[in-house]
């Protein structure tokens, strides 16, 4: 692949780049959808297991190429170039890319497994496309000496990144001898870890910064000329082996619905095999879930947008973007079991990943708002109408709800502030993701002991406790362990006596009211996590745990090993867990405001997320870092610790979660 000579070929080279990656996300999670995740559908639960650890795996990869695509993003503006989210509607018709990389929207069978292979070689591999991908004969070339960018040939999408690391490293030094800079776009405009939860987002300043990125895309799959075991081409190498297992043990095995190839949402009005969606609820849904998709790509054009995006407005509108993927992710799966036509013998529907022809970025601050939060409106109020045909949409509305609550208010104070310059005053107050503070966990559970005395009310929560002994060796003639029946007498200490054993219990399974509210615990003035050495994430905070109250104290894993997560059950000591209690301190600003609610919320096979202002502690209580947005490893084998590195998605991590 020739190198571009002139920055607007590279800008082409990098908008066909990342097309790519958007297409290989979508063409990744089509497959994902598609297989079968239920006991009812005619799978041994060996091979359930096996098929939902695949779903995992296929997303896990379409969430790497959705980095891919916001780090081309950032090498883009750092020429000076927009975001490019936009592509061609599928089915990609021939001539967009070269006729050897097809994208197609199919069912995950055994000729999409080795289209998925073969898409992501190396370029010395033997892997050969799968047998029903239908491929045009052309050519593309570059020709020299032209003012407009000419698409070229590549073999491997890794050919692709090697011609854009070449081209740029050209560039600057063409560039470098006339006096003209080529990474003239700001860097303050480009998406880093800090903003969205994409581990080895960085931003781009120079050459070096380009061959990082180059080399992170290229190494997590795309032509790798190392096939390790956590390359995409690898992982779906290892797919194709088990699916092989299992199906030579059991030759009915069939692990994927049959969902459509080469869905559309509109009419079609070319000759070739495409099935139109138009059966209730199908037809609805599937305009609902590219509806959701679309407000998706607005909101990645948005961040990076400085002069309409404030900076502390980035992790609003990241967890906008997660809470819509987790909408398209339902809609897209639920698809694939409902009939795309009427007649009892049609083919199963598909989520089509149809743009409209709008532009996706926004007119100015005020009209990114307004629009905003018209759009999210709309979803919601289309999430409850349809709930009924997919429950899972109306808990997703009622989140969504907080959104349009944010981006209302912000438009109402961004219109008033257009006069008085007072615009950035206060834009995180109104946050979707700001509860009101809770002194108390919620609910019930049978692990709960509840005694109560004349001045104040115990309440230990047994699933909590990971025997510290603050209660028992603090007060052990309130608590006397290791006896049948009652073992809790509150009447043996003062209040002032309890809250001090409170205030020792870690887990926070010790709790107490007292009859007079004034002599309750207060919040904490300061929020921290201690990291415990070879053990757990101790938090202290006014905290709230996957969208609930959860008390002041809790001790949640990170060793990966608990029964009982996201809480520490003690498995870390049987698992003999080393992790340092010690870690490097980072630099940090201190915050502006340290205590408020602390949202910990535990995502689906990944790290706990938090929000709200944090001070993590090492165990000897010296600051690691002031962060007001983390993500805290959980799996265990982050290379970071504290912090998530991506590695739950490598070692294969699972557990519970949003």
């Not at 007292?514 to 905070?541: C, D, I, Q, T, Y």
Request: aromatic residues 6%; glycine residues 8%.
């Amino acid at each position: 692949m020739k190198p571009a000579s002139h920055r607007d070929q590279l800008v082409a080279m990098l908008c066909e780049a990342a097309e790519v990656e958007h297409c290989l996300m979508c063409t990744y999670l089509y497959g994902a959808f598609s297989l079968k995740q239920r006991e009812d559908e005619g799978l041994t639960a060996a091979e359930l297991a096996a098929v939902r650890n695949w779903r995992s795996t296929v997303i896990d990869i379409a969430v790497d190429e959705m980095l891919h695509l916001a780090l081309v993003n950032n090498l883009l503006i750092s020429l000076g170039a927009t975001p490019h989210y936009g592509r061609f509607n599928f089915p990609i018709n021939p001539g967009v890319f070269p006729a050897d990389v097809a994208v197609a929207l199919a069912p995950f069978d055994p000729d999409m497994l080795d289209h998925f292979i073969y898409l992501e070689r190396p370029r010395d591999s033997a892997e050969r496309d799968g047998a029903i991908i239908s491929k045009a004969k052309y050519h593309r070339g570059v020709i020299e000496g032209r003012l407009m960018p000419f698409a070229d040939d590549y073999d491997t999408v890794g050919e692709l990144y090697e011609g854009i690391a070449a081209s740029f490293a050209a560039l600057e030094e063409e560039h470098a001898g006339v006096g003209i800079p080529l990474f003239i776009g700001p860097k303050s405009a480009q998406l880093t870890e800090s903003d969205f939860r994409l581990p080895g987002l960085q931003a781009v300043a120079s050459a070096a910064d380009v061959r990082r990125v180059v080399d992170t895309i290229v190494h997590q799959g795309e032509g790798s000329s190392e096939a390790t075991t956590q390359s995409h081409y690898a992982k779906f190498r290892a797919i194709r082996e088990e699916w092989r297992n299992l199906h030579e043990a059991r030759a009915e095995f069939l692990p994927f619905r049959a969902a459509a190839r080469d869905p559309v949402m509109r009419p079609p009005v070319v000759s070739s095999p495409r099935v139109h969606v138009i059966a209730s609820p199908a037809a609805q849904l599937l305009d609902l879930g590219n509806a959701a998709y679309g407000l998706m790509l607005r909101l990645m054009t948005f961040m990076p947008d400085d002069s309409r995006c404030r900076r502390e407005e980035r992790p609003i509108a990241a967890d906008q973007v997660i809470l819509v993927m987790r909408a398209v992710t339902e809609i897209g799966s639920r698809l694939t079991e409902l009939p795309a036509r009427p007649g009892e013998h049609a083919a199963k529907a598909g989520l089509t990943f149809t743009l409209s022809r709008g532009p996706l970025g926004f007119g100015s601050a005020q009209s990114a708002r307004t629009l905003l939060a018209e759009r999210s409106g709309a979803l919601a109020d289309r999430f409850r109408s349809l709930s009924s045909d997919l429950p899972a949409l109306l808990p997703l509305a009622q989140q969504l709800d907080r959104f349009v609550a944010h981006w209302s208010t912000m438009s109402e104070s961004t219109s008033s502030a257009a006069d008085t310059g007072a615009a950035t005053a206060n834009a995180t107050q109104s946050s979707a993701a700001a509860p009101s503070p809770a002194a108390e966990p919620t609910g019930t559970s049978p692990k709960v002991d509840v005694a109560v005395g004349r001045e104040f009310t115990v309440r230990f929560d047994h699933s909590r406790c990971v025997h510290s002994r603050a209660c028992v060796l603090g007060e052990p003639a309130v608590f006397k362990a290791n006896q049948p029946g009652e073992w809790i007498y509150p009447d043996q200490a003062t209040v002032q006596r309890i809250a001090i054993v409170a205030n020792n219990c870690p887990s926070g399974a010790i709790s107490y009211k007292a009859a007079e509210p004034s002599r309750n615990e207060p919040p904490p003035l300061v929020n921290l996590v201690r990291v415990r050495e070879n053990g757990p994430l101790a938090f202290h905070a006014t905290l709230e745990v996957n969208g609930r109250a959860d008390g002041f104290r809790a001790t949640l894993c990170r060793c990966g090993q608990s029964n009982n997560k996201p809480y520490c059950d003690g498995s870390h000591v049987a698992a003999h867990f080393e992790a340092s209690g010690e870690p490097v301190t980072a630099p940090s600003e201190p915050l502006a405001e340290r205590d408020g609610t602390l949202s910990v919320t535990p995502t689906r096979n990944g790290p706990l997320e938090v929000h709200g202002n944090l001070e993590v502690v090492s165990g000897t209580g010296r600051t690691l870092a002031r962060l007001s947005k983390t993500w805290l490893c959980r799996c265990g084998g982050s290379k970071k610790k504290p912090y998530c590195d991506g590695s739950h998605r490598a070692i294969g991590f699972i557990a519970d979660g949003t």
